[in-house]
């Protein structure tokens, strides 16, 4: 009985803000992370297949419809990678696990399957997380000790030698070439978070390559480097279509040391990470930015408030996704405040919450909020439209077949117009009109549908950039 109640007080909660059509595009992101989650390792191979289908079929009721999945940690893989050992949090020695199995190809086929999308989250300079920990073998750490550092009792790679960018690039590529996935991201691990009193050791890497610039102009420019070697190798791939993203610590610069910054008193992306994700999006080399606002909307060094507005001014051309802290928006009370006002910002184009494991988890009631009012009905990730505009051929004779809708589609060809995901309506009358949210049903890899509930049917198709098809023929299913 008191299940029931709970569940009513949350329905009546959302309800009363729950009266406007939420957007028909909208990306509903969820960070699952592997560093530090010592689960995976102690469950078995048949176990963690069960749990994280478990964790997408929750995401997915939320209304998620992409998943960012950690599948390098600290220079290793949650994946069959033909540079790097697997991770130590997946086997405890370096191995592959036994049984076998690629949690990226699995999460992949899972994702698609229930219509997600699944973009491939990489640390680029992180290779231990704590003084105790060294690579596994076969590292190239091991044969190269030469370029790393070592800060605050972690390995880094050294972001000064083009041979580190160099087997960054070549990881990204040997992902992009042969996992299917919709993206790669990079959250707020550049130089590491400075610890006070203490220089990242990068002195004499400086007086090598320096060339006579400022050491802070310097460092942002290897980072640049990276960025822009990363994206020409998207570019360059079997499948350019593949979307590149940055998840940036939630601060550019401060007021106080740049005007163009925000009225905010925090570390700064620009100053302490060295990372100026404004030229990496007004020079095309992302595709989105999704800055880390995971404080209270009057946070006294970094309101919430302050910071969407001036993200929102400065998506400079590219998508602006805002990462969302589940417990500390929820301890607040906080969540449709905050989903309502970056909705009311145009420039906004949708979050991901952080971390997704406490979406699962239901943590403060969140799930149940996102799936009866903030995230639903379901929504389509935005188009690309400076990665292809044309979108996919409709589909074609759309009929039911024993309570299925079914149709038919060209066979993919390997190229950004093929149609990967299908879109199915469903309106009360013969008027049909896609651009109203509250009619997608579904959202499925596959070319049929079981009917559930009478009314008019349409079906779309999107495209790997996800530009949408124009609507099928109507079928009344009675």
Excluded at 135 to 140: E, R
């Amino acid at each position: 009985m008191r299940r029931i109640t709970v569940a009513l007080f949350l329905w009546a909660a959302v309800w009363t803000v729950c009266g406007q059509q939420l957007p028909k595009r909208e990306f509903r992101g969820a960070w699952l992370h592997t560093v530090y989650q010592d689960g995976y390792a102690r469950r078995s191979t048949a176990q963690n297949k069960a749990w994280l289908r478990g964790q997408l079929d929750s995401l997915r009721t939320a209304g998620v419809n992409a998943v960012v999945f950690q599948v390098r940690p600290q220079a290793d893989a949650f994946y069959d990678s033909r540079y790097e050992p697997w991770s130590c949090y997946l086997t405890r020695d370096g191995k592959a696990p036994n049984p076998y199995w690629d949690p990226l190809e699995f999460m992949v086929g899972e994702c698609h399957a229930r219509g997600m999308e699944l973009h491939a989250w990489l640390n680029p300079y992180r290779v231990t997380a704590g003084a105790r920990q060294l690579p596994p073998a076969g590292h190239v750490y091991h044969k190269h000790p030469e370029r790393f550092l070592r800060y605050d009792g972690k390995i880094y790679f050294d972001p000064a030698l083009s041979a580190n960018r160099r087997h960054i690039e070549k990881v990204v590529a040997d992902i992009v070439e042969r996992y299917d996935v919709d993206g790669i991201h990079f959250d707020d691990y550049f130089y590491p978070y400075p610890v006070k009193g203490k220089e990242f050791p990068d002195g004499e890497s400086f007086r090598r390559y320096g060339r006579g610039m400022k050491r802070d102009d310097w460092r942002r420019a290897n980072v640049d480097s990276l960025i822009a070697g990363v994206r020409r190798v998207i570019d360059g791939s079997c499948r350019p279509w593949v979307r590149f993203g940055i998840s940036p610590f939630g601060i550019w610069r401060n007021e106080s040391s740049d005007s163009r910054g925000s009225a905010t008193s925090g570390l700064e992306n620009y100053d302490g990470l060295y990372a100026d994700v404004l030229l990496w999006a007004r020079k095309g080399w992302v595709d989105y930015l999704m800055p880390q606002l995971y404080w209270e909307l009057e946070h006294k060094a970094a309101a919430y408030r302050v910071l969407l507005d001036w993200w929102a001014d400065n998506a400079c051309g590219r998508h602006m996704y805002i990462g969302q802290d589940v417990e500390r928006t929820m301890k607040a009370g906080e969540l449709g405040e905050k989903l309502s006002m970056q909705r009311r910002r145009p420039e906004i184009a949708g979050m991901c919450w952080w971390p997704g494991y406490a979406l699962c988890a239901n943590r403060g009631g969140v799930a149940d909020s996102l799936a009866m009012c903030h995230q639903s009905p379901r929504a389509l990730v935005p188009s690309y439209p400076w990665i292809a505009s044309e979108g996919p051929w409709p589909v074609e004779n759309l009929r039911l077949d024993g309570g299925r809708l079914v149709w038919n589609v060209a066979a993919p060809e390997g190229v950004v117009e093929d149609a990967v995901r299908f879109v199915v309506y469903r309106f009360d009358t013969p008027r049909v009109d896609i651009n109203n949210s509250a009619a997608i049903v579904e959202v499925t890899p596959r070319t049929e549908f079981l009917v559930a509930t009478p009314g008019y049917y349409v079906v779309t198709a999107l495209d790997r950039a996800n530009n949408e098809s124009a609507p099928s023929q109507t079928v009344s299913c009675r």
